[in-house]
C-alpha cells in the first residue's frame, strides 16, 4: 500500500540512495523525487539502474508539493539544509530525517520549520561502511530497527504516516524521546566506532610493530575493527560534535571499566577476567538471538 503521493529525498549518499530504490521497490509512494548538493553525486545517481528517484537540479524542484521530505545529509548539515528547503514545504507536508543523533537535529530544525508543517525525526538503525549513492541498496532496512523521535505535540496521524513508511520498508519501527535516543545510541554506536578509530589510530601508530605485520596478522580481531573504522570521516565527526553530553557521559563508564580490567590483569585474577568473557559471549548470543545478526562472518554490512 503507498504510504505517500510524493517523496523527497535530499542526499543521495548511502541511506539516502537505499531510501530511493527501496521506497520504489517496495511501493511506498506514487513518486519519489531526489535531490543532492554536489553535482557530481546526481549526475552518478541519474546514470544507476534501478536508482528509484527522478533527479532534480534544483532543491525547490525536489520540494515543492512533496508530501514528505527526508533530509540525508550529514548530521552537522542538517540545520542549514532545513533553513534552506522549509519555504519550498507545501502545507501539510510532512519533514523527517536518518541522522544518528536526535536531540541536536531538533534543535536545529524546528526554528525554520513552517506552522503548517510537521516534523517527525527518524533514525534507521542500518548502514554500511561505504558512502556514496553507488553504496546504496534496497534491502538496507529489512528486519531493522527505525527509532523515532517524534515531538510530543506531533498529531498521532502523521507520526503514524512515517511510521507505516518504514514498516513498509521492512523495518521494526520503535518510538522514543529524543534524549534517550541519543543515549543508547551513544553506547551501541558512537562509542564502538570510537573505540575502533582509537585502536587503528594506535597500530598505525606503533613504533615496535611494522604496518605490514598490522596487516598481515590483522585476522586476530584488529581486521574487524577496521571494518568500522573505515567508516565515513564527515558522518562521524559530525556524531561526536552533535552528541558531546551522552558520549562523554559513556566514555566515562568506559575508562573506568577499562581501569578496573586493567588492574585484574595487572593482580593476575583470571576469575574476573573469565567471568567477565563469559558474561559478554552471552550478549553476543542474544544479538544473535533477536536477529540482529547471524553467525555469518560479515552478515547485513
Ligand atoms: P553519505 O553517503 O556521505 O551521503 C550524504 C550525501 O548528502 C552526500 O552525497 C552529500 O554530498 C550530501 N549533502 C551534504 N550536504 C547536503 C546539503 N546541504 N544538501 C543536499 N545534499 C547534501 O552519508 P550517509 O551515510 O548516507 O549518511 C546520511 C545521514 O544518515 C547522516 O545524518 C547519518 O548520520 C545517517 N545515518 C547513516 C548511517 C550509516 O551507516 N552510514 C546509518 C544510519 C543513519 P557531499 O558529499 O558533496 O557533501
Known amino acids: 500500500m503507498v504510504s505517500f503521493d ?22 511506498q509512494a506514487s513518486s519519489v523525487f531526489g535531490f543532492d548538493g554536489s553535482e557530481a553525486v546526481r549526475a552518478e545517481a541519474r546514470d544507476i539502474k534501478g536508482f528509484g528517484a527522478e533527479i532534480t537540479d534544483t532543491l525547490e524542484e525536489a520540494v ?7 533530509m540525508a545529509v550529514p548530521v552537522g548539515a ?17 519533514l523527517s530525517d536518518v541522522g544518528s543523533v ?14 503548517t508543517c510537521y516534523f517527525v525525526p527518524g533514525h534507521p538503525v542500518a548502514g554500511t561502511e561505504y558512502s556514496g549513492p553507488k553504496a546504496g541498496f534496497s534491502t538496507l532496512f529489512e528486519g531493522r530497527w527505525c527509532i523515532l523521535t517524534p515531538l510530543p505535540n506531533t498529531p498521532r496521524s502523521e507520526v503514524e504516516k512515517v511510521s507505516n513508511l518504514w514498516a ?32 587503528v589510530g594506535t597500530a598505525a601508530d606503533l613504533e615496535e610493530v611494522t604496518s605490514s605485520e598490522v596487516i598481515k596478522y590483522s585476522a586476530g ?33 568506559f575508562t573506568e571499566d577499562l581501569t578496573q580490567l586493567q588492574r585484574h590483569i595487572r593482580r593476575g585474577d583470571a576469575k574476573a577476567l573469565e567471568d567477565l568473557f563469559t558474561r559478554t559471549r552471552e550478549i553476543r548470543r542474544s544479538i544473535v538471538e533477536a536477529g540482529q545478526e ?8
Open 64 to 70: 515543492s508539493n512533496a508530501d514528505l521530505v527526508i
Open 102 to 115: 536526535k536531540k541536536s537535529i531538533i534543535d536545529a530544525v524546528l526554528p525554520h520549520l513552517p506552522e
Open 78 to 94: 542538517v540545520g542549514a539544509l532545513a533553513e534552506e528547503l522549509c519555504p519550498y514545504l507545501k502545507e501539510g507536508a510532512i
Open 6 to 27: 510524493r517523496v523527497a529525498i535530499i542526499g543521495l549518499g548511502l541511506i539516502g540512495s537505499s531510501l530511493t530504490r527501496a521506497i520504489t521497490d517496495k511501493g
Open 168 to 199: 513498509g520498508l521492512g523495518s521494526d519501527v520503535e518510538e522514543m524521546d529524543a534524549e534517550h535516543h541519543d543515549i543508547v545510541l551513544a553506547i551501541t554506536s558512537h562509542i564502538p566506532h570510537l573505540i575502533a578509530y582509537n585502536i
Open 221 to 253: 580481531g584488529f581486521r574487524d575493527f577496521t571494518r568500522i573504522a573505515a567508516s565515513d570521516p564527515v558522518m562521524w565527526r559530525d556524531v561526536f560534535m552533535n552528541n558531546k553530553d551522552a558520549v562523554l557521559e559513556m566514555l566515562g563508564r
Open 294 to 301: 547471524t553467525e555469518k562472518p560479515d552478515f547485513g554490512r
